[in-house]
């Protein structure tokens, strides 16, 4: 009988140890189900195609007017958009040169039909506009390069580029069947549909100075290398050099306030504000940046405002 009882008992015991086994591992799963349902509900695909810009950072994704010459003489098959005004388009373009234009239904719509099996070269007024294109037309799925200095400071100002020059229209190509990612397409068209005939995500040089001797606080980000930014900055303003990996900066910057972006001539700072704002930022660039040789006269230090050491 004794031994009966300690049989049952026994066998009790494994029972309940089996049973909390079970327990311990169903909990266990469902915990580790909802780890991974939270981390998959955190990993927002935009950001993260965004934030690939600067991991996966292939050099400043520009190219000079003078380059683009030679390959139109080498008989290239280029895909040429032009985003500036349907007006300033009509009165000279690169020859081929689709039209698009920045704060127009054009340029969303145009990503239906720009190709997806060749580098697409973008240029505006200045470059700063193409700039922040090309951040979007990459993070979506294209390969897109902007042209230096834009044609009023960059094509218009090389020598012989009246040989390049057209007036004839180009009709934009038919819709391509390239197939996007969903969200990232919805994403771009978002950005190009919310810009405002007259608007582009830059400020002027003297605005961002009465700005910043008027108001305290302001989140100024300065995206020149360290060794020129400590020769001269705007005051108040953060050091995130531009080049690879500065992405991870960007989780230190303020979500709910504006955020100012400067760089040489505004076109780097360009493409900094297009992968900021992708990134929940609401970044704006400094019109010229700090001002170079280039940008006719524009810019911070070109206009003569004072920079801190």
């Known amino acids: 009988m004794k031994k009966l009882l300690r049989i049952l008992m026994m066998a009790l015991l494994a029972l309940t140890v089996m049973t909390g086994c079970q327990k311990k591992t169903e909990t266990a799963a469902a915990e580790t189900k909802e780890t991974a349902t939270v981390a998959t509900a955190a990993v927002n695909p935009v950001e993260a195609?965004?934030?690939d810009y600067f991991i996966n950072f292939p050099g400043n994704r520009m190219i000079t007017a003078e380059d683009i010459f030679k390959k139109?003489?080498?008989g290239e098959d280029l895909f040429l958009l032009d985003i500036r005004k349907p007006s300033d388009y009509e009165a000279g373009h690169l020859k081929?040169?689709?039209?698009?234009?920045?704060?127009?239904p054009a340029l969303a719509d145009a990503l239906n039909w720009l190709p997806d099996d060749q580098t697409i070269y973008v240029n505006c007024v200045s470059g700063q506009t193409a700039g922040q294109t090309i951040a979007v037309l990459?993070?979506?799925g294209f390969d897109a390069v902007s042209i230096r200095y834009g044609y009023k400071l960059g094509i218009a100002k090389t020598e012989g580029y009246e040989n390049y020059i057209e007036?004839?229209?180009?009709?934009?190509p038919e819709p391509s069947g390239v197939?996007?990612?969903p969200a990232l397409k919805a994403a771009a068209e978002d950005y190009f549909n919310s810009i405002p005939e007259n608007g582009s995500n830059i400020i002027a040089a003297a605005k961002m100075k009465e700005l910043v001797d008027t108001e305290e606080g302001l989140t100024i980000v300065s995206v020149r290398q360290p060794k020129d930014y400590e020769a001269g900055h705007i005051q108040g303003a953060i050091n995130i050099p531009w080049g690879a990996g500065m992405q991870e900066a960007f989780a230190d910057l303020p979500r709910d306030e504006k955020v100012y972006v400067y760089c040489y001539s505004g076109q780097t700072a360009g493409q900094t504000v297009g992968i900021m704002r992708l990134m929940g930022i609401d970044a704006v660039s400094i019109k010229s940046g700090m001002g170079t040789?280039?940008?006719?006269g524009s810019g911070w230090a070109n206009e003569g405002f004072e920079t801190v050491m």
Do not use: F, K, Q
């Open 49 to 51: 195609a965004a934030a």
């Open 138 to 140: 990459n993070t979506a």
């Open 293 to 296: 040789a280039g940008t006719g």
């Open 72 to 74: 139109m003489d080498a």
């Open 96 to 104: 081929g040169a689709v039209n698009a234009a920045w704060g127009s």
């Open 167 to 172: 007036t004839a229209a180009n009709p934009a």
């Open 179 to 181: 197939v996007l990612d």
